[in-house]
């Protein structure tokens, strides 16, 4: 596991949010109270068609995390997805697909809990930040958000090296 600091700006997390919600795919998912917007990719039951990925904010992030030199490119992308928590929503202590590493990235730091823990430890992560880990492996959940909105992205990539 690696933590990133300022892998996004301030600024650069302001203006992605709002980005996304506007030109991206909501999930059917919000009807269990909390928010994904499909941005690239396919995964599970989740598919969401060529025509509708992204590409122009698949671009946008990945120009982002080549200014901090992040190493994510040696890896082949499979998914890529917003979340948003609030109301007391979480996600269950999981672990992924057998295939994969994955990275989150915070993108909102106005809300109280939402904390994210890996392997029952909490990681420390503010606005701009992110966490790479091998998501098959390790568990993983947010707590749940007692006030305001945590948004963050989250990556999925095969677990080779291309």
């Not at 982002?64 to 109301?87: C, F, G, H, P, R």
């Not at 915070?106 to 904390?115: A, N, R």
Request: glycine share 6%; proline share 1%.
């Amino acid at each position: 596991m690696i933590i990133y600091k300022e892998l996004f700006s301030n600024e650069f997390c302001d203006y992605l949010i709002p980005l996304i919600k506007t030109e991206c795919i909501l999930s059917e998912s919000h009807k269990t109270g909390w928010f994904v917007w499909l941005i690239w990719g396919e995964q599970g039951i989740q598919k969401l068609s060529k025509e509708k990925w992204n590409i122009k904010i698949v671009d946008l992030v990945n120009k982002e995390l080549k200014k901090s030199n992040l190493e994510i490119q040696k890896y082949e992308l499979k998914w890529l997805q917003m979340t948003e928590y609030e109301n007391n929503r979480w996600l269950r202590k999981h672990v992924d697909g057998d295939w994969n590493k994955t990275l989150i990235i915070l993108l909102s730091d106005e809300f109280v809990g939402g904390e994210t823990f890996i392997n029952d430890k909490e990681i420390e992560l503010k606005k701009g930040d992110g966490v790479l880990f091998d998501g098959h492996l390790m568990y993983h959940e947010i707590k749940p958000v007692i006030s305001g909105k945590r948004n963050a992205l989250n990556f999925w990539f095969k677990n080779t090296i291309i």
